[in-house]
C-alpha cells in the first residue's frame, strides 16, 4: 500500500456483482430467446429494451471500477478511478428501473397499457419539439408530430386521463409522462425506503447536476484508495437495484423466473440485495425526520 498505484480491493462485493449481473443478463436473454418465435407487443419489446440499457449502464458502473489508463506529462497512467461517472451512471441506472416499475408494476393490465402510451407518447412528443437542420431530422419531426397526435388522441379518449388534475394534464399534455410525481414517490412506490432513497439520490444528483458538495469530495479523494471506496460505496447501491430488478423481471415473465428460480447462488444474492423499506425499518423509523422537500429540478420525473 505505499505506492500511490497500490489499492485494496474489496473482492467479496466485487465477486457478489459479477454473479449478480451474470444473474440479470441470464434472465433478461431468456426472456429475449421467448419472445423470438412469436410477434411480442410494443410493450414487451420496449421492456426488453430498457432492461438493456439498464444492464450495461450497470456494466460501465463495474468497468469504471478499474484505474484509468490514459496519462499525461501531468497525471500518470493508472492514476485515477473516475468515481464520480461510477456516480452518474448509477442515477441513470437507478431512474431507468424505477421508469420500467412505473410502467409495469400494476396488477390492472388497462392501467399498464394507459402508461405505456403515455410513455410512448411523451418519446414523440420530445422529439417532434427539436429543431431539425437537415432534411432527415426534417422528416423524422413530422413522422414525430403525426405520432405524438394519434397516441394523444388515444390518452384524451381514456377513463386514466380524467384521473388527472388540471394542472397534471397541461404537464402531460407538454409532454411530461410522470405528470405531478417525482423520483422520491416512484422510490417509495417502488418499495424503496423513502429516507434511503431521499439521502442516495441528491448525492448522485450532485454529481450530474456538478453541485459543489461534489466538487469538493473529488478535490478531497486524493488516493488512488479514495477513489475506489467511493466507487465501490456507489456500486452497492448498484447491487441493490440489480435485487429489485430481478424480483420485479421474474414477476413479469415465466422465462425469467425459471432463471432466476434456479440461479443457486444467484438467487441467494439476489433476494439478500433486495433491500425493502421494511428491511430498513429499524435503521431510519425512529428518526425524527421531516418529509423533504423534492428539489425541483433534480428530483423531476418525466419533464423536459
Known sequence: MNSPFMYERNENLESEFEILIRLMS??????????SPANPPDWSVHLHVLSMKMFKHLCSVRTLLEA??????????????????????TRTAIENYL??????SEDDQSLREFRHIVW??????????????IDEVVQSQREAI????????WIKASPFYELYSKDDKAKLRKGNWSAGTNWNQLAMKAGFHRVYFTSIYPYLSGYTHTDFI????????????????????????????IGHFT??????????KAVFDQSGEGIELATKWHIRAENMAHIYDHLDLQEPKPDPEAHKAGSE
Open 26 to 35: 441470464d434472465m433478461i436473454t431468456a426472456q429475449a430467446m421467448a419472445n
Open 146 to 153: 403525426e405520432l405524438a397526435t394519434k397516441h394523444w388522441t
Open 68 to 89: 484509468c489508463p490514459f496519462g499525461t506529462p501531468t497525471l500518470p497512467h493508472f492514476g485515477y478511478i473516475d468515481h464520480s461517472s461510477v456516480a452518474a451512471l
Open 247 to 256: 424480483h420485479f423481471y421474474a414477476g413479469l415473465f415465466p422465462a425469467a
Open 99 to 104: 421508469v420500467m416499475y412505473w410502467l409495469h
Open 120 to 133: 410512448v407518447y411523451c418519446g414523440w412528443k420530445k422529439r417532434s419539439k427539436l429543431i431539425p437542420t
Open 214 to 241: 461534489s466538487c469538493l469530495q473529488i478535490r478531497s479523494a486524493i488516493s488512488l484508495q479514495a477513489h475506489y471506496d467511493l466507487g465501490i460505496a456507489t456500486l452497492q447501491m448498484c447491487m441493490v437495484m
